[in-house]
C-alpha cells in the first residue's frame, strides 16, 4: 500500500462521522487517457465533482486538481487508494477539511 493511503487509515479515526471536503492533487503521465481514467473513478461512484483542473507541468507531467464537498471517509479513502493503484498516476496528495460532523444537533 502506498504512503499516503497507509497514512489516511492511520489517521482514519479523525474523520470518523464527518462529511468531508477533500482535494486530491494528482500527478501522472501526460498521456490522453490520464485525465478520463482517473475522473471515472468518480463517476463508476455515482459522484461529480465540484473542481477540477487539469495542467501539464514543465517537466512533461499532467498536474490535476479534483475537489468533492461533502464526502465521507470511506468513500475519500477509497477513491485515494483506486487513483493511487493507477498505472498512469506517479503520486497524490490530498487535502482534507471538514465540511460537516455528523453527530452535531
Do not use: W
Amino acid at each position: 500500500m502506498n504512503t499516503l493511503a497507509s497514512d489516511f487509515k492511520n489517521n482514519f479515526s479523525l474523520f470518523k462521522n464527518q462529511y468531508l471536503t477533500v482535494k486530491y492533487i494528482v500527478t501522472a503521465v501526460c498521456d490522453p487517457a490520464s485525465l478520463p481514467r482517473i475522473l471515472e473513478l468518480f463517476t463508476l461512484r455515482g459522484i461529480t465533482p465540484d473542481y477540477v483542473k487539469s495542467q501539464k507541468s514543465k517537466e512533461g507531467l499532467l498536474v490535476i486538481n479534483i475537489q468533492i464537498n461533502m464526502l465521507n471517509e470511506s468513500s475519500a479513502q477509497v477513491i485515494l487508494e483506486k487513483i493511487h493503484a493507477l498505472i498512469l498516476v506517479r503520486y497524490v496528495n490530498t487535502e482534507i477539511f471538514i465540511s460537516k460532523n455528523l453527530n452535531a444537533a
